[in-house]
């Protein structure tokens, strides 16, 4: 009798995992299998984010570089130049 008593009182989170099991066994293999490969795409896939902090970080460094050699040869065409020429 006490078997009995103890398996009846499910807890509603049990009820609750044991009804999306059945909703599950209804659904055939190919379509499990399509939503498990959706689900590991949409787990893996780059967002929009990822994608412009990239091309951002890409764009600051060629800034950089171009900075640094303009300056360089600004520099040094100021130095080449003769005032007593002109």
Known sequence: MGRKDASTARTPVDQYR???GKQDYKKTRPMLRATRLKAEA?????G???????LAAIL?????FYAFFYLNISNEVDLDLDPDEN
């Not at 949409?42 to 780059?46: C, G, I, M, P, S």
């Not at 929009?48 to 990239?54: D, N, P």
């Open 18 to 20: 044991k009804q999306i």
């Open 60 to 64: 600051v460094f060629l800034l950089a």
């Open 42 to 46: 949409k787990k893996t896939a780059l």
């Open 48 to 54: 929009v984010k990822e994608v412009s902090l990239v």
